[in-house]
């Protein structure tokens, strides 16, 4: 079973969640990867609007073939409302519990979200990463804040995510022509490395595997099509 560390608890207003993120990200440690990975982990959660129950996946891939090795996904309720930049809140507490029921650790996990690029750059991908202590970095489909240029048109180009002139992420292009996706590290990685693993997840698509097979999974479990993989 794949183990975290229970850093805070859930049940906190919106103005102690605010005040933790404060407190913990002077925990979150922006560096290369100790080793090159073997494993990557896609993280993602669906909601239905107006309801309750979470629907959270992770899908762990062999990152030199993107075969998937194992699956996982939890039916729950979220503990905390819909806020913008306190979604961790309310979404981690079920990718935990969907991670304590893997067989496999991989080596680094990607978040359909934020690392860096967050107003107090602590998005779902630095919080979730100091609970897991593994390096973690976010893709997100949309920007949450953060001012760019548009990146140059083939895959590949990128270009600097600035917020109060400070380096936040990256706007990355993974195909020719499309929209970009919105990197950025979350913990004990560093963008470069976000950015190559994001290219490395290539398989044809906008979004990059991981979190393309996690989104669609979690799509099933909320539509039924997929039994809860924790039962």
């Known amino acids: 079973m794949a183990h975290y560390q229970l850093l805070h608890d859930w049940t906190v207003s919106p103005a102690e969640a605010i005040a933790l993120q404060q407190q913990l990200r002077s925990q979150i440690r922006i560096e290369p990867l100790a080793e090159p990975p073997k494993t990557i982990a896609g993280c993602d959660i669906s909601f239905n609007k107006f309801e309750e129950t979470v629907y959270a ?19 729950s309720t979220a503990p905390f409302p819909y806020i913008p930049g306190l979604l ?17 650790e991989p080596d680094v996990v990607m978040f359909d979200g934020h690392g860096t690029a967050h107003p107090r750059r602590i998005g779902i991908a630095s919080h979730a990463g100091l609970f897991l202590n593994r390096p973690t970095f976010g893709c ?23 917020h109060y002139g400070e380096v936040i992420g990256a706007a990355l292009r993974t195909k020719n022509k499309v929209n970009p996706v919105y990197v950025s590290p979350g913990h004990l990685i560093d963008l470069e490395t976000a950015i190559s693993l994001t290219l490395d997840c290539d ?8 979190t393309r097979r996690a989104h669609n999974l979690v799509n099933a479990l909320r539509k039924g099509e997929r039994p809860d993989l924790s039962a």
């Open 88 to 104: 961790s809140f309310r979404e981690i507490p079920s990718l935990l519990q969907a991670w304590a029921r893997l067989k496999t």
């Open 57 to 75: 996946g992770i899908v762990v891939l062999r990152l030199d073939t993107l075969e998937t090795i194992e699956e996982t996904g939890v039916i």
């Open 140 to 162: 997100g489909k949309s920007v949450l804040v953060g001012k760019y240029n548009d990146p140059a048109p083939e895959r590949g180009s990128w270009s600097p995510m600035t």
């Open 203 to 210: 398989g044809g698509y906008r979004i990059p595997e991981p």
